[in-house]
């Protein structure tokens, strides 16, 4: 089963770009990358998924390297409300989506 | 927007008592799921159920039973509740298999056994 790496924290300004890596070096052909996050006190949240291209929505950007074995989420310009604990998921067989411990992100006034 | 609500925030619970925890999802979404936080160890999941009256066991589904009688409403029972299963419990829901990894969750129930 692929696997992800995350940090375990990352700090940012408010209204500066926050670009959050993810290792997933054993993806599959196959394998969609998903990214959700967990606010404090509250259930997780999709943001974003993508397979091969870029992919962008009204939450963040999705830039995924050219051999997939990595790939980063980009918040543009960070608010006091993106702090949250963001996962990168790759699905387990066909059903599964593992939630690793992520990384907790911080943003500073 | 989707809406993925839980029957209760907290819960106290003693040793051996059953109990039943309840998940509705008002976007006639064919998946739901039952997740549990723990610190340390992310969210994992119990179990999942692509349709009215299937169920599937997730990872750690011992000590734990669910039943999907309507659509819209999946259920987490604890047989006999122990402390071990202090814990918050996610539900989730999805719209179909083609967007089974998109899902949507609830609030969650923090559940303390005593």
């Known amino acids: 089963d692929a696997k992800t790496t995350q940090p375990n924290s990352m700090e940012s300004n408010e209204e500066e770009p926050v670009h959050l890596p993810c290792n997933h070096s054993t993806i599959s052909g196959t394998d969609y990358i998903h990214w959700y996050r967990q606010l404090p006190s509250q259930g997780p949240e999709y943001v974003i998924h993508?397979?091969?291209s870029n992919v962008n929505n009204r939450m963040a950007s999705l830039a995924i390297a050219e051999d997939r074995k990595s790939s980063t989420l980009i918040l543009h310009r960070a608010t006091l409300r993106d702090a949250a604990v963001y996962y990168c998921i790759l699905p387990v067989d066909t059903d599964k989506l593992i939630f690793g411990t992520g990384t907790r992100l911080q943003v500073f006034p | 927007d989707v809406k993925v609500t839980q029957s209760s925030r907290y819960l106290v619970k003693r040793t051996g008592e059953k109990v039943f925890l309840e998940c509705v999802q008002d976007m006639d979404h064919e998946n739901m799921f039952w997740y549990r936080q723990d610190p340390g160890l992310g969210l994992r999941l119990i179990y999942f159920?692509?349709?009215?009256?299937?169920?599937e066991k997730g990872d750690i589904p011992e000590g734990y039973s669910v039943s999907r009688e309507k659509k819209e409403r999946f259920s987490l029972i604890l047989e006999s509740a122990s402390t071990n299963q202090t814990s918050m419990y996610l539900c989730?829901?999805?719209?179909?298999?083609?967007?089974?990894?998109?899902?949507?969750f609830g609030p969650g129930t923090r559940l303390t056994v005593t």
């Open positions: 993508g397979l091969t």
């Open positions: 989730a829901s999805s719209l179909g298999q083609a967007n089974r990894y998109e899902q949507y």
């Open positions: 159920s692509y349709d009215v009256k299937m169920k």
